[in-house]
C-alpha cells in the first residue's frame, strides 16, 4: 500500500520504517523537499522509502499518518492539502502537547475539544481515526515491548475506517485494538495524556502501555 | 479509628458505610446537622456511624474523607475548617466534574491544576492524598468485583500519609496501589476522567479500572 506520513520526527521516523519493513511505500512529508531528516529517513529505511513536500506526501499516500508535532499538524496538513486528502483515511497520531512551560508538558488543547476533532473539522472530507497517540514510539510499532496484555485505544467518526485502521495495527502486532467511540472520544485519549507524563515520570520508562480491566456486560 | 466523611452523596454512603464494616468510628459531616440522607445513612450504617455538620465531623475524624462533589468541595472544606482539619491526613476522593454542559461531563479545572492542588494549597497543614477518584464508588470499597489484576493510583505530598492511606486501601481489598508521586499528580489522575467517562460510556458499566503494565526498570 502506499502511505504518506507526515513529520520527520521520531515518531515519523518509527512509524514509517516499520510500515516500509512491512513491505509498503512509504513517502515522508515535510514543509521542504529535501529536509534533512526526511533524507536520512530514506537512506536508512530503504527502496521503498521516499521523501517530499506534506503536499507530497498526501497525494502519494493511500492512507496518511499525521506524525507532527500537535502543536503545529493542523499547519502541516492545510500545507498538504484538503484535496489531496479527500476520501483518504488519516491516522491522527498527534498530541497536542505544549512543553514551553517546562516538564511535564501540557496540553495545548483538552477537557471540551481535542486535536483529533479539530483536524476533523477543518478535513471534513477526510477520515480521521485517533490511534496510537497513548503510547510511547518503539511500543506504537512493537506492542510486545511491554510485556502482559495491554490496550491500543482508537476513535474517530467512520466504521470503515477503524476497521482498516485495526487490521493495519494487527501488523504492527496489536493484539487488543478497542474502538472506544467517535473522534470526540479524542478528548479522552489526548486528556489521558495527562497522565501518561505522570506515569512516565514515575516509572522511568517509556515501556509502558494500560490494559482495561472490565466486568463484560452481556 | 475515628473518621469524619463529608458528603452524603453515593461516594460518602459507599466509604462511610465500608469504614463502618470494617470497625470504624464514622461522622458524615453535611453542611446542616441533620441532613436527610445523613440521617437516613446513619439508620443504616449501624451504631459505629453518626452525622453532623462539616466541622463536627473534621472535629471527630483523625482521617478525614472528602466526598464532596467536586465543584463544592473548596466550600465544604471552609466550612470544616482549617483549624479542625490541620495536621490530619485528608483523602480527596472528589473529581472536578461539570455536568453543566450535558453528557459526559468536563472538568472545572484540568491541565495545569487540579481540585486536589486547590485543596493542599488552601489547607497547608493538611496532608491531601488525591485517592479513589479514578474508579466507581462500587470499585472503592470492592475492588474485586473488577476481575483480574488492576491498579489504584495515589498521589500527595506525605510519604507518611501516603503509607498511611495504602494501609487503610489495603483493608478494602486493594491489591496494587500505586503511589504516582506529589500532589501536581492529581492533574494526572483527575484528567484520566476526560478518558474515564468516554470508558464508562463504551463499556456500559462502572465495574472497570486500568492495570498500568510496564517494563521493570533496575
Redesign the interface.
Known sequence: MKIGVFGTGAVGNALGSKLAQLGHEVKMGARAAGNGKAVAWVNAAGPKASQGTFADAATFGELLLNCTAGAASLAALQAAGAKNMAGKILIDVANPLDFS?GMPP??TV???DSLGEQIQRAFPETKVVKALNTVSNPVMVNPG??????DL?ICGNDAGAKSQVTELLRTFGWKTV?D??DIT?A???E?????????F?????P?????????V?R
Not at 515491548?145 to 495491554?150: A, K, S, W
Not at 486528556?191 to 506515569?199: A, P
Not at 515520570?201 to 520508562?205: C, D, E, R, S, V
Open positions: 512551560r501540557t496540553l483538552c477537557n471540551n515491548l511491554v510485556p502482559g496484555e495491554h485505544l478497542v472506544v467511540g472520544v478528548r479522552g485519549t486528556g489521558y495524556l495527562l497522565l501518561w507524563v505522570r506515569l515520570g514515575h516509572l522511568q520508562t515501556l509502558f502501555n494500560v490494559h482495561v480491566v472490565h466486568v456486560v
